[in-house]
Nanobody
């Protein structure tokens, strides 16, 4: 069994900051890429930021310079530091990981339950 548990969402005013976290737990061999996605009402889910096991990061253009993704491989945890938040950042944020279980030759996608981020005055 593999679980991804997210925390850190909430309501914040424009210009404010939030820090999301996602911890993977359970019985698995390794984690490759760890990502944050978001989905706003009426919109498709989009990749916000990703980080590989060696620390290479990528961001969607709309968050570059404002969001920072980080990772602790020993704790199987990632964070998303979100600064200078805007109303258009309002969405449910999901953690996504590519995980290889023991006795498996492939990586499979796992998702967290999502955490709501609302940016409003």
């Amino acid at each position: 069994q593999v679980q991804l548990v997210e925390s850190g969402g909430g309501l914040v005013q424009p210009g404010g900051s939030l820090r999301l976290s996602c911890a993977a737990s359970g019985n698995f061999f390794s984690i490759a890429t760890m990502n944050w996605y978001r989905q706003a009402p009426g919109k498709q889910r989009e990749l916000v930021a990703g980080i590989t096991s060696d620390g290479t990061t990528n961001y969607v253009d709309s968050v570059k310079g404002r969001f920072t993704i980080s990772r602790d491989n020993a704790k199987n945890t990632i964070w998303l530091q979100m600064n200078s938040l805007k109303p258009e950042d309002t969405a449910v944020y999901y953690c996504n990981c590519a995980i290889k279980r023991y006795f498996s030759n492939t990586y499979s996608d796992y998702w967290g339950q999502g955490t709501q981020v609302t940016v409003s005055s």
